[in-house]
């Protein structure tokens, strides 16, 4: 675990978020997720306002590289050998990268909104998660040789948090419910076709990543539907509405069914989805 005591920490859980997704060097933005996350779950930390603390920025920092492509120019990622294994724990790595500036985002942006502690103690443990994921995910392209930012990645995650930033619920619907969400139906076969070429290492941070997701997308579900509840919504309609406005891409089975539903995301919320954007 990255060191915490040397440098200051933010002085509210706020700054803190602006301060994690403003970072353009990943080890202090993995850094600052764990020194923010210890000092809110210590109860060392107010929760703070984007007009007090300031608001969060329209992208997140980046480091000079690597090179962002649109995702259709990006090579297909396939686990084989040692070049494709990098190009795909690389590719993996990037996408833990953002989902570490989504989900701060998403604690600092709707701070002005009126929410239970809890809200705030279960997207924090989302923060840390997502960080310690891209950091195993670094450590493992450094014991290959190589280090995040030696390839392309994409740049269309975060275009999700710039179409959903006005509102908690699509926000909540996208990110957790169709993102995290389709990390339950494509992690499994990546840890089979892992162990299945010997790469013991690289399935063992896969079997955290998927035993993460899980709860990343049932806190999903539980704030969708409290959110819903509140500003009288039905969950599902409200979800598949959400889902047609914002997500620029394809709902696509297979889907596992398991997972989704231990995770409170039942087949009535995404399968009517796929026939219409698939």
């Given at each position: ?108 942006r709707f701070a002005h909104i009126k929410l239970p502690r809890s ?128 997500f620029r891409g394809n709902l696509k089975p297979p889907f596992n ?22």
């Amino acid at each position: 675990m990255p060191q915490t005591h040397t440098k200051p920490v933010p002085a509210t859980l706020v700054a803190g978020a602006r301060a994690i997704v403003s970072a353009s060097q990943t080890d202090e933005k993995v850094r600052l997720a764990y020194a923010v996350s210890k000092a809110w779950f210590q109860r060392d930390l107010a929760l703070g306002t984007p007009t007090r603390d300031g608001a969060m920025p329209d992208r997140p920092g980046r480091p000079d590289q690597p090179v962002l492509l649109a995702p259709r120019d990006m090579p297909k990622r396939k686990l084989g050998g040692d070049g494709s294994k990098i190009a795909l724990i690389h590719s993996l790595a990037h996408i833990e990268l953002n989902a570490v500036d989504l989900t701060w985002d998403l604690i600092g942006r709707f701070a002005h909104i009126k929410l239970p502690r809890s809200y705030y103690d279960d997207w924090v443990r989302v923060g840390l998660e997502e960080a310690k994921h891209f950091a195993m995910l670094e450590d493992r392209l450094a014991k290959l040789g190589a280090a995040y930012g030696d390839m392309p990645a994409h740049d269309g995650l975060w275009q999700a948090a710039q179409d959903t930033g006005h509102d908690l619920a699509a926000r909540l619907a996208i990110i957790p419910l169709v993102l995290e969400a389709r990390g339950l139906d494509i992690t499994p076969p990546m840890i089979e076709k892992a162990r299945a070429i010997g790469d013991e290492d690289t399935a063992k941070v896969l079997d955290v990543i998927y035993r993460d997701e899980k709860n990343h997308v049932a806190f999903g579900a539980k704030w969708f539907r409290y959110w819903c509840d509140r500003i009288g919504q039905r969950p599902e309609s409200s979800f598949h509405t959400y889902v047609r406005k914002h997500f620029r891409g394809n709902l696509k089975p297979p889907f596992n069914d398991r997972a989704r539903s231990e995770a409170g995301l039942t087949p009535g919320f995404y399968k009517p989805l796929a026939p219409l954007i698939g």
